[in-house]
C-alpha cells in the first residue's frame, strides 16, 4: 500500500461545477499536508496547504482534514478549464524531515468548457 | 518574484556517463530540496540541505551526491548513468524548514540513452 493515495481519476467536470479530489495516508503521525497543482511537463505548485482538523478556506479552494479518518481533501469550487491539471496530495511526517513530501499519485483533473 | 533557478533544462547523456545539475534557491531561502519523478510517476524525495548541511535523505541511489554551497545554491552529481535515471529532477527551496511549503523549480529533464 503506498503512504499517500489518491482517487486515480481521471476525473472530468464541467465548468463552473465543483471539483472534489480525495487522499489517505497511512502514515498516523503525519504532521501537515498540502495540494500541489502541476500542469503536464511543468513542477508542481503549492494550492493550498492545512495543518489542523477542519477545513480551511482560500478563493475557490478549499481544504479538508480528518486525521482520525487519515484523510484530506481538496475541493475545487466554479471549476475553470485552466484549473485542468495533475492534483498532488503531499504529506510531511513532521519531526526532522520537515520538506521531506510523500506524494500520492496524483489526480488528473479535467474541466471542460 | 525570484523563483528557483534550474539549469540545465533539458541533458542527454549517454549510459555510464556523469551529470551534474545545479539549482539556485529563491534568494533568502536557506534549504534546498532534491526529487525526482519519472515519466507518470509521482516526485520521489531524494535529498535535502539545510545551512549547508545534509538534513534529510531519501531513495536516492549511491551513484548520486549532493552537496549545498556557502551561497546556498546546490549541485547534485550522478555518476555511471543508468537508462532508469532518466526522468524529471526537480529542486524546491524553503525558508528554514518549509514545513513542506516548498517552491519548485522548472526541473531538469534528464535523458539517458
Known amino acids: 500500500q503506498k503512504e499517500v493515495e489518491q482517487n486515480s481519476g481521471p476525473l472530468s467536470v464541467p465548468e463552473g461545477a465543483i471539483a472534489s479530489l480525495n487522499c489517505t495516508y497511512s502514515d498516523r503521525g503525519s504532521q501537515s499536508f498540502f495540494w500541489y497543482r502541476q500542469y503536464s511537463g511543468k513542477s508542481p505548485e503549492l494550492i493550498m496547504f492545512?495543518?489542523?482538523?477542519g477545513d480551511k478556506e482560500d478563493g475557490r479552494f478549499t481544504a479538508q482534514l480528518n486525521k482520525a479518518s487519515q484523510y484530506v481533501s481538496l475541493l475545487i469550487r466554479d471549476s475553470q478549464p485552466s484549473d485542468s491539471a495533475t492534483y498532488l496530495c503531499a504529506v510531511n511526517a513532521g519531526g526532522t524531515s520537515y520538506g521531506k513530501l510523500t506524494f500520492g499519485q496524483g489526480t488528473i483533473l479535467t474541466v471542460h468548457p | 518574484a525570484a523563483g528557483v533557478i534550474q539549469s540545465p533544462r533539458h541533458l542527454i547523456k549517454e549510459k555510464r556517463e556523469t551529470a551534474t545539475l545545479k539549482c539556485y534557491p529563491i534568494p533568502r531561502h536557506d534549504t534546498v530540496y532534491w526529487y525526482q519523478q519519472g515519466p507518470g510517476q509521482d516526485p520521489q524525495f531524494l535529498i535535502s540541505?539545510?545551512?549547508?548541511?545534509?538534513?534529510d535523505k531519501g531513495s536516492i541511489p549511491d551513484r548520486f551526491s549532493a552537496q549545498q554551497f556557502s551561497d546556498y545554491h546546490s549541485e547534485l552529481n550522478m555518476s555511471s548513468l543508468e537508462l532508469g535515471d532518466s526522468a524529471l529532477y526537480f529542486c524546491a527551496s524553503s525558508r528554514g524548514m518549509g514545513f513542506g511549503e516548498l517552491f519548485f523549480g522548472e526541473g531538469s529533464r534528464l535523458t539517458v540513452l
Open positions: 492545512i495543518y489542523s482538523n
Open positions: 540541505f539545510y545551512e549547508k548541511m545534509q538534513s
